[in-house]
């Protein structure tokens, strides 16, 4: 873990509103959301008119899943190697597509349910794609200190549509059908189409070639497999979503058998939910400004556990209630504050990469936890398998403790620059290699112990950021002589190198050099492999 780390004070829970861009993102993303839930509802209906079996009826919801499960990673790669702004204009631009011909159709009457399948699965496509890069966005939005209120304010947005969102759409599938409702979801895109094209992003400054799409995904699978801190927020994330996602696949059921009720109750236990992450999102800037990450999310947890006992146990509408409400509270506070995690854990290069390895534990958690516990309760019923799940959800607090997502302080990961461009030949090819690099030290020996634990860490962050082998040598004829070798795919990945050290990284390197007693710095060496003999160049560390 670097020692460079900022003290980042709390910000109001508005205080992202106030830049325009955010604020105009935001707004347009509520009615988008909006029209999405919307779609959901309609899709849903639909399907129930036209093949009125629970199996299609669960197909919608799978078709519109399933990508973000499928496609987060290609996504994310793809959002760190374009510009993420005319990236977002066409997933939108898709989904208002895909959602306009839809409603024709259905208005139409020409949707069938095999039709609607693979029309829910196309915007499914869209979301999916747009995700980690809407996300990757943010901290390009609000300074570094607001970050964690703009992720809750997000949330917040979120739950504002999930409360709007379905029951306009019940009224309007009432009055005028399915195919209006996808009409509407059809120019609610238009919204943020019309934010994303008023921001001016700055252009991305790099005179190297952008990644290839293969290549960048194998970096992203790179970083995540060598990044402790990216590691640390997947584990917490597991540990919660696969049990938490009990009372969202039992809901229904708890409603109609538990509870003997009916769809408006169903309706108002999700409003509570939308009411309580409101009010938690507003909370939580004032909270993450006196408690660390991982307490708020182990707080949370053990309140999502007391709100699920309740809901499995209290036997009246009331009480269920009072336990969604809880549920809205205690779900923003540990997304959100994963997220915040998640985000500060991630340099920009490779940010939407990161964010979709997150969807991905998100939504196969939730997936795996409702096909489990839908299992479970038919076999030892819905009370005792909710009962199970807390249970579970407390365990998993104790299960990946170890794994801490951040207190008050972040790491710097803005890029430093700090690394001296290698000498070469002006005829070296960017795709020449693979590439050797060697950094020797000269060490008192009696510190070797001292040493050795720092090298590790410049092993995660040689790894992490291209290399696909690393190794420490130790001299047998003179034992204060280390050699530090590592490997890369080509001297363009060498180069992305440079680009890819931050600043908390510079301050692992400067660590290093304090143990080096020779008279010049460590020496560089890099060897090149190539049609010929190895070339070789030399570089001094600066």
């Known amino acids: ?51 009125p079996t629970p199996l299609m009826v669960a197909l919608v919801q799978a078709a519109t899943a399933a990508p973000v499960f499928l496609l987060a990673l290609p996504a994310g790669a793809l959002a760190d190697i374009v510009d993420r702004r005319r990236y977002l ?91 209006f409702v996808f009409i509407l979801n059809a120019i609610s895109f238009l919204a943020t189409i019309a934010a994303l094209k008023s921001w001016q992003r700055p252009t991305r400054e790099s005179e190297l070639p952008a990644e290839r799409l293969i290549g960048a995904i194998r970096a992203g699978l790179r970083y995540a497999r060598h990044s402790p801190e990216l590691q640390a927020v997947l584990a917490r994330g597991i540990a919660f979503f696969v049990f938490a996602s009990a009372s969202w696949a039992l809901l229904p059921l708890i409603v109609r058998q538990e509870l003997n009720s009916g769809p408006g109750t169903y309706g108002l236990f999700l409003a509570c939910v939308g009411v309580g992450a409101i009010g938690g999102g507003l909370l939580l800037p ?56 998640t985000q500060t854990a991630l340099p920009g290069w490779v940010r939407a990469r990161g964010l979709a390895f997150f969807w991905v534990v998100f939504t196969g958690g939730m997936a795996v936890g409702s096909a489990l516990w839908g299992q479970v309760a038919s076999w030892i019923g819905i009370p005792e398998t909710l009962t199970v799940a807390a249970i579970g959800a407390l365990a998993g607090i104790g299960a990946t403790w170890r794994y801490r997502i951040g207190l008050h302080d972040v790491a ?52 992490r950021d291209g290399a696909f082998m690393w190794e420490l040598f130790n001299d047998i004829e003179d034992p204060g002589r280390f050699v530090e070798c590592f490997m890369v795919e080509s ?52």
Request: proline share 5%; aromatic share 6%.
């Open 1 to 51: 873990m670097s020692t460079h780390i900022k003290k980042i004070p709390a910000a109001t829970p508005w205080a992202p509103l106030q830049h325009r861009v955010y604020r105009m993102l935001w707004i347009a993303s509520v009615f988008s959301n909006t029209g999405s839930w919307m779609h959901e509802v309609g899709a849903g209906w639909l399907m129930t008119s036209l093949a």
């Open 89 to 179: 204009i066409a997933t939108q631009v898709w989904m208002m597509i895909v959602a306009a011909i839809l409603g024709a159709l259905t208005l139409a009457g020409l949707t069938t349910a095999p039709l609607l399948l693979v029309f829910t699965f196309a915007l499914g496509i869209g979301s999916a794609m747009m995700m980690p890069a809407w996300g990757a966005i943010t901290p390009e939005l609000v300074p570094r200190a607001e970050l964690h209120a703009a992720i809750s304010l997000n949330t917040i947005g979120m739950n504002l549509s999930r409360s709007v969102g379905p029951a306009l759409a019940g009224l309007i599938v009432a009055v005028a059908g399915s195919g």
């Open 286 to 341: 004032h909270l993450h400004g006196r408690a660390s990450r991982d307490r708020i999310v182990a707080g949370a947890t053990v309140l999502y556990t007391v709100a699920m006992l309740a809901l499995a146990h209290s036997g009246n509408v009331v009480a269920a209630g009072a336990a969604m409400l809880i549920t809205g509270v205690s779900w923003i506070s540990i997304v959100s504050s994963l997220m915040t995690a």
């Open 412 to 463: 710097d990961l803005t890029p430093s620059m700090h690394w001296a461009t290698p000498m070469m030949a002006d005829d070296l090819e960017l795709d020449r290699g693979p590439v050797m690099v060697t950094v020797e030290y000269q060490i008192d020996p009696a510190r070797t112990h001292e040493f050795t634990p720092v090298m590790q860490q410049m092993r995660r962050i040689r790894r």
């Open 491 to 542: 001297w363009l990945e060498h180069l992305r190198q440079h680009e890819r050290v931050t600043v908390a990284d510079r301050d692992i390197s400067e660590k290093a050099r304090v143990f080096h007693i020779g008279a010049e710095p460590p020496k560089v060496t890099h060897l090149v492999a190539g049609n010929a003999w190895p070339r070789r160049t030399a570089d001094i560390l600066s």
